[in-house]
């Protein structure tokens, strides 16, 4: 039997270019239209005007073109578009909205001055069951309208009252995260720089109920008391030297702030610096250097005595309802992390963890 392969690679003749498109058109001619309409733009625009009619579109931008009213109206609007279009689940979500939407913003610090730094938005609201979605836009457009003011919890309020009216929610959510600069002294130089602290500021509305929540990432220094008693056995009985280990850390302190209390970002930071005073450092020298070493050693920490240190501070706090503390030891002797969560009320409580949530704990400097 002989097998004739197709010659691929030839290049066809005009004439039998002609052909198969006269083939093309002879098909489209009987086609259903359903066929017809799911060809290739490229191919269907080789068909007879007859069989489909395909739109001479202008590809010059219409600069002077004006959106009235009337052709405002004709627009379509599938997001907001009736309950018949939904798909999936006939169920109402609990949050949606838009995520790190930036934008400057003023801030007053406690000395009595004004910072504008970058922050990253999330605003999100409750969908019911029946509404197909949200119109995303209307959130950037409520924070847009109070972006001029020094912010605050009160600012936050209002941008959220504006945007669950605008999209007729009854939850909501914001969450406002910047990085806030703190000038700092090392130990005995006196030299000082910029220590910057992940802050974010959050205002949750669920079934009517308001409650605001700071949220502040430490960064500090842990040794292992286990290992410095270790190290002073070696030396202490056989004159060997060693080092204890220590390692970079961080606790993540989530707190409610009770209503008409005033809790500044330095107030949090000053709180974590008492539970725990080996933050790191930003300018040293070697004078620097030694009093770092010496303030480790007196301050050793398991991960559970610095989760305990940071949650006894924010208890004698009564500007504090409900809090979390989250602590990650980044180890040098292990190459796992030791990490402990500690919590009070029933605003953080939690059967499940995000199983990436400790990942979140690492500094970038």
Not at 29 to 48: F, G, T, W
Not at 59 to 81: C, M
Not at 125 to 131: E, H, I, M, R
Not at 177 to 192: C, D, I, T, W, Y
Request: net charge negative.
């Amino acid at each position: 039997m002989n097998v004739h392969t197709p010659e691929i690679d030839r290049k066809p003749s005009r004439e039998e270019a002609e052909a198969a498109l006269a083939l093309l058109r002879q098909w489209a001619n009987k086609a259903p239209d359903a066929e017809i309409e799911a060809l290739d733009p490229a191919v269907a625009r080789l068909l007879d005007d007859a069989a489909f009619e395909y739109p001479d579109l202008s590809r010059i931008f219409p600069h002077k073109f004006e959106v009235d009213a009337a052709y405002k109206s004709s627009l379509p609007d599938l997001q907001n578009g009736p309950s018949s279009l939904i798909k999936g689940a006939n169920r109402s979500i609990q949050h949606v909205g838009i995520s790190n939407f930036r934008l400057p913003l003023r801030f007053h610090t406690r000395d009595n001055g004004d910072l504008t730094l970058e922050a990253s938005v999330t605003g999100t609201v409750s969908l019911d069951a029946d509404k197909k979605g949200i119109n995303m836009s209307r959130i950037m457009r409520s924070f847009y309208r109070h972006a001029e003011a020094t912010f605050s919890f009160g600012v936050i309020e209002a941008a959220l009252d504006d945007y669950k009216s605008d999209l007729d929610s009854f939850d909501a959510r914001i969450n406002m995260a910047f990085r806030f600069p703190v000038k700092v002294q090392s130990l005995r130089s006196g030299l000082e720089g910029y220590q910057y602290y992940d802050i974010s500021l959050e205002l949750v509305e669920t079934d009517g109920q308001r409650r605001k929540i700071m949220h502040l990432d430490y960064v500090y220094s842990s040794t292992c008391p286990c290992s410095l008693e270790l190290s002073e056995h070696a030396r202490r009985t056989r004159g060997q030297l060693a080092t204890p280990h220590s390692q970079r850390s961080v606790a993540r302190l989530s707190v409610e702030v009770q209503d008409g209390a005033c809790l500044w970002f330095e107030d949090l930071i000053d709180l974590c610096r008492r539970a725990v005073p080996t933050e790191t450092q930003v300018m040293v020298k070697r004078e620097d250097e030694q009093a770092f070493a010496e303030l480790n050693a007196a301050n050793p920490i398991f991960v559970e005595d610095a989760a305990r240190l940071f949650a006894q501070g924010l208890q004698k706090d009564a500007r504090v309802g409900d809090f979390r503390v989250l602590a990650s030891h980044q180890e040098s002797l292990h190459s796992h992390d030791a990490v402990s969560v500690l919590t009070e009320g029933d605003l953080f409580a939690a059967g499940s963890l995000d199983p990436k949530l400790f990942s979140t704990l690492f500094h970038v400097g």
